[in-house]
């Protein structure tokens, strides 16, 4: 069982940075690949980014691959996106979801771990 707190959401003008951050619990985290899903207003969730367990290898979905940058911290058991010239379509619930495998996936099926999710507002 692993626990997701994430944070770093906000309000942010078009063509800005954010940065969120997942925090996770328990001792195995470098067992977890991990990814990040997004749902936007009236929108299915959908995938954003994965990365594997030891961070060699990762994949984004087409409309935010150049932008965003998925990274872990395995000695902090913590996982981050980075969001560079953020657009307002990016407007969404980020959450971060965790999957005890060692293959990165883009479906939010396969991941049984996920948090709460942090608020991501883009402005025009």
């Known amino acids: 069982q692993v626990q997701l707190v994430e944070s770093g959401g906000g309000v942010v003008q078009a063509g800005g940075s954010l940065r969120l951050s997942c925090a996770t619990s328990g001792r195995t985290f470098s067992r977890y690949t991990m990814g990040w899903f997004r749902q936007g207003p009236g929108k299915e969730r959908e995938f954003v980014a994965a990365i594997s367990r030891n961070g060699d290898t990762s994949m984004y979905s087409d409309s935010v691959k150049g932008r965003f940058t998925i990274s872990r911290e395995n000695a902090e058991s913590t996982v981050y996106l980075k969001m560079n010239n953020l657009k307002t379509e990016d407007k969404a619930v980020y959450y971060c979801?965790?999957?005890?495998?060692?293959?990165?996936?883009?479906?939010?099926?396969?991941?049984?771990?996920w948090g709460q999710g942090t608020q991501v507002t883009v402005s025009s």
């Open positions: 979801a965790a999957r005890f495998s060692d293959g990165i996936s883009s479906s939010s099926p396969e991941y049984p771990y």
